[in-house]
Nanobody, 124 residues
Framework: QVQLVESGGGFVQPGGSLRLSCVAS????????MGWFRQAPSTEREFVAA????????DYADSVKGRFTISRDYAKNTVYLQMNNLKPEDTAVYYC?????????????????WGQGTQVTVSS
């Protein structure tokens, strides 16, 4: 069992930045793919970004390309989501997830473990 704990959410004005963190409870995540998803009220959970722990491969949703960056720190069992130039439409609960198959997937059903989520609100 892997526990994931997100942090770093908050309130920010349009154009601002936030960095989300996701700490894993075990170093076995070193062989997993890690992803970030988000869910706004009354919408489906949607893919944001993913990273493979082995070869640094990454994938992003078109809506965040050029603005968000996913990265990881092996020593800290942590994956980050740097979010720049935030827009009101980025407002959502952001979830960290781990995929045991280690593949880059955009489908939430492919992920095996989930964090509790952290709220990001972008508003003027």
């Amino acid at each position: 069992q892997v526990q994931l704990v997100e942090s770093g959410g908050g309130f920010v004005q349009p154009g601002g930045s936030l960095r989300l963190s996701c700490v894993a409870s075990t170093r076995t995540v070193i062989s997993y793919a890690m992803g970030w998803f988000r869910q706004a009220p009354s919408t489906e959970r949607e893919f944001v970004a993913a990273i493979k722990w082995g070869d640094l491969g990454t994938d992003y949703a078109d809506s965040v390309k050029g603005r968000f960056t996913i990265s990881r720190d092996y020593a800290k069992n942590t994956v980050y989501l740097q979010m720049n130039n935030l827009k009101p439409e980025d407002t959502a609960v952001y979830y960290c997830a781990a995929d045991l198959t280690a593949d880059l997937s955009t489908f939430s059903s492919d992920y095996d473990f989930w964090g509790q989520g952290t709220q990001v609100t972008v508003s003027s």
